[in-house]
């Protein structure tokens, strides 16, 4: 990303924020306005809307994909209108990148009645090309290659709870990789690196969570632990044996009014031969932003992040962030070359009733390393 680029979101950053706060000493036009929007959108505290569809526009930038267009369609309900029941989602996204990618993402994230069972799915399908630096926590940045691909990927799981707040149940994944192009003399073919001619794999699994936030989209408190498990077979349908463990730590804690500061720790371990897009990755929109998504991969992964997110005023806020992660072969090598990032982020409310924010994220990582996120819902 040019540092003119960056020097303007900075600035663009700056005064937004300025604005807000200047605007925030009488009702004006704008919030009058802003209010019209949310009715049209919720309905009114009389009578409000069991369910609304919100059409958002994608446009953004990213380290994996340079500029992007398409559309982000979601549409938000509750299967109950008890204050027990947490809202659910069934969402599309489409876009299109300056990179020439396609990526079409349908998914849900469903909370029946009461909370009693909890329903998510994804499934992927991309024509992407990506760059590819090799395996390992020290690849070389002169040794970055383009890859061109297709990709079909679910994933699903069934979780009941059995207490408040425990959640268990099973798990699939299916991944197939497909007309996979490497760069002309490629210095990884003769790397032996699992799947880089392509492969497919199928895992059955077990998720075990913890969820007492007291929000899904924005918590203000509360904390969350999720423990995976995916065990793909030959005998079931795959081309490799191979396991992962995941694990996810959030915490979250209320400062002074509405302020949160936000904690998450994340890590995973793979066992036998693991396709290279399966492996342990930093970087992303969620954690470690800043880092190409894939920039190091490795058999075994972990990252943490701290995050302070502050009311502005109104529907607008802005957060800051830190982190640290790493990849590495073998578990004593996740503390070998520790990577950073750190950053700071816009947010404006979407929709007010379930606090759905879009945001807008400046990462940065080392070696002058960085990238900007524009997306909907917070990282964590």
Same mark, same amino acid.
């Given at each position: ?201 199928? #895992? %059955? *699994? =077990?998720?075990? +969570?913890?969820?007492?936030?007291? !929000? /899904? ?125 750190? #950053? %700071? *982020? =816009?947010?404006? +409310?979407?929709?007010?009733?379930? !606090? /759905? ?24």
């Amino acid at each position: 990303m040019k540092p003119q680029f960056v020097k303007s979101i900075l600035g663009l950053s700056v005064f937004l924020l300025f604005t807000f706060h200047v605007s925030a000493q009488e009702k004006n036009k704008f919030e009058k306005l802003m209010d019209w929007g949310y009715k049209i959108m919720e309905g009114d505290s009389a009578k409000p809307r069991k369910a609304v569809l919100v059409l958002l526009p994608i446009w953004g930038v990213s380290p994996e994909t340079g500029w992007q267009l398409g559309i982000s369609a979601g549409y938000l309900l509750k299967f109950s209108q008890d204050s027990l029941t947490r809202p659910s989602i069934v969402r599309l996204n489409w876009q299109f990148t300056e990179k020439k990618q396609l990526s079409i993402r349908p998914s849900v994230d469903l909370f029946l009645k009461g909370n009693k069972y909890n329903i998510k799915g994804q499934f992927v399908y991309n024509k992407f090309n990506e760059n590819f630096w090799g395996i390992g926590n020290n690849t070389l940045k002169d040794d970055k290659e383009l890859n061109n691909f297709q990709q079909y990927k679910l994933n699903f799981r069934f979780l009941k709870q059995f207490f408040k707040g425990v959640y268990i149940g099973p798990q699939i994944q299916y991944e197939k990789l497909f007309n996979l192009e490497l760069q002309e003399n490629s210095k990884f073919l003769n790397k032996g690196i699992a799947g880089l001619n392509g492969f497919e794999t199928f #895992g %059955l *699994g =077990i998720v075990c +969570v913890y969820d007492n936030r007291d !929000h /899904v989209f924005y918590t203000k408190k509360g904390a969350y632990l999720e423990v995976s498990s995916i065990w793909n077979r030959k005998s079931i349908g795959g081309q490799f044996n191979h396991s992962n463990y995941f694990i996810d730590l959030r915490k979250f804690k209320t400062l002074w009014k509405d302020n949160v500061l936000a904690f998450q720790a994340v890590g995973a371990i793979n066992i036998g031969t693991t396709p290279y897009r399966q492996l342990g990755t930093i970087g992303n929109e969620v954690f470690m932003r800043g880092y190409y998504n894939g920039r190091f991969r490795d058999q075994h992964m972990f990252a943490t992040q701290a995050e302070l997110r502050k009311t502005v005023w109104g529907p607008f806020g802005m957060v800051i962030f830190a982190g640290l992660g790493n990849v590495g072969n073998n578990p004593e090598d996740l503390f070998s070359s520790v990577k950073p990032n750190y #950053g %700071l *982020g =816009i947010r404006g +409310v979407v929709l007010r009733k379930e !606090h /759905v924010n879009f945001r807008i994220d400046l990462g940065f990582g080392s070696k002058r390393i960085n990238g900007l996120y524009l997306t909907m819902a917070e990282a964590f």
